[in-house]
Each structure stands twice: as C-alpha cells, then as structure tokens.
C-alpha cells in the first residue's frame, strides 16, 4: 500500500470564500481520484486528476466549481470554491496501485460551511 | 447506470459473533468488487478485493465472496472483536482501465464486549 496524506484534515469555512486541500503520496502513482462523502451518504468520483492535463470530470461536478491541479505523479490539490453550506463534506484523494483496480484511500478532509 | 444496496444499515453483534455482511449490485457486468472499512470521521481502509473471474478472497478472519450471476458479495468475519466496529463499504468496479466505483451506503457494525 501507499501513505496517502490529506492536509486540511479538517476546516470550517465560511460561505462564499474557497478551501484547497492537498494530497501527498510518498510513492509515484498512475491514477489519482478526489471523492466526495456527503453526511449520511455513501462516496460518489468528483473527478480523475491528470498528471500535466485538465482533470477529467464526473457528472454533476464542473472545473469552475472543483478545479484540480496535478503538477506531478505524487501530488494533487483540489479546491472548493464559492462554498456553500451544502458543500459541507468529507473529501478524499485516492490512488490506485499496482495491483490493477485496487482503490487506496487518504484520511479524508472533513469540511464544514457556515 | 449500476447501483449497490448493502443490507443491513446497521448491525450490533456480541463479541465472539461471525457475521455476515451483504451488497447487492444491479449490473453484473463488473471488473472487481472491493471491501472498505471506514472508522468515524476517517478516510477508508482497503480490506479485500475480489477481480470478476475470482469467488472469492480471504485475509486473516475476513472471507469475501462474488457471485456475479446473482448481483452479490458477502464479507464474512469470523470470531468479531471490539476493534471490528466501524462502517463497512462495498464498491463495484466497473470496466477494465476504468477504476471508478460505485459505492454502496455501508453497513455499520457496532460489536458489543
């Protein structure tokens, strides 16, 4: 496995104003994924970020909203912009490893708007 | 589009129990299945994974199965413990060079000294 290392581990936001956590792998990685586990629900794939190119965006979800960077294979930030209450959510990098398909998790960045 | 039930939300066991955990998935067509665990407030803990030509896969007291004709998984856990309380997530892969997983709402397990 990976040590996947989020920072903020959490936050609270004011509305209207814009949060970028970070994701940190002490090992290269192919794929990177940010997440999203809203209260009581289950994850749902925010986005696949792109080493060197444009994240490539699930439905429901837009640049302008969640913009992601990816400037290598070890790092990705995403941000969360214009929050509002409803954003409030755990968000989660993850990264696939060498066994194919197999998903590895970071702590999770718990947000919480006001 | 594939959606994943897991039955039931919540589960409360004594200690020493084994138990069984369910996911269900509409779409048969998968390229893996895989367990999480998920402690409060933390991100998730990768336990098993199981590929589509594969029925099943152990790691210590832990047993998953697939059937994939039916639309189902099962985590089995032997001799439960205290620390084996926490939420457990199921997700199907779906497409090979696709690793987006459709997660299920979890099971949450609360095993009793």
């Known amino acids: 496995s990976a040590v996947i290392s989020q920072k903020p581990s959490r936050d609270i936001c004011q509305r209207g104003t814009s949060l970028t956590i970070q994701c940190q792998v002490d090992?290269?990685?192919?794929?990177m994924f940010w997440y999203r586990q809203q209260p009581g629900q289950s994850l749902t794939l925010i986005a696949t970020a792109n080493q060197g190119s444009e994240a490539t965006y699930e439905s429901g979800f837009v640049i302008d909203k969640f913009p992601i960077s990816r400037p290598n294979l070890t790092f990705s930030t995403l941000t969360v912009s214009n929050m509002s209450p409803e954003d409030s959510s755990i968000y989660l990098c993850s990264v696939v490893l060498a066994v194919p398909g197999e998903l590895f998790f970071g702590e999770g960045s718990r947000l919480t708007v006001l | 589009k594939q959606e994943v039930t897991q039955i039931p939300a919540a589960l409360s066991v004594p200690e020493g129990e084994n138990l069984v955990l369910n996911c269900s998935f509409t779409?048969?067509?998968?390229?893996?299945l895989q367990w999480f665990r998920q402690d409060p407030g933390k991100g998730l803990t990768s336990l098993l994974l199981?590929?589509?030509?594969?029925r099943e896969q152990t790691s210590g007291r832990l047993n998953a199965s697939l059937d994939k004709s039916s639309g189902r998984s099962t985590l089995y856990i032997a001799a439960s413990q205290p620390g084996d309380s926490a939420t457990y997530l199921c997700?199907?892969?779906?497409?090979?060079?696709?690793?987006?997983?459709?997660f299920g709402k979890g099971t949450k397990l609360s095993v009793i000294p």
């Open positions: 090992s290269q990685v192919t794929m």
């Open positions: 997700a199907v892969g779906s497409g090979a060079g696709s690793y987006q997983l459709t």
């Open positions: 199981i590929q589509s030509s594969q």
């Open positions: 779409d048969s067509a998968i390229y893996n």
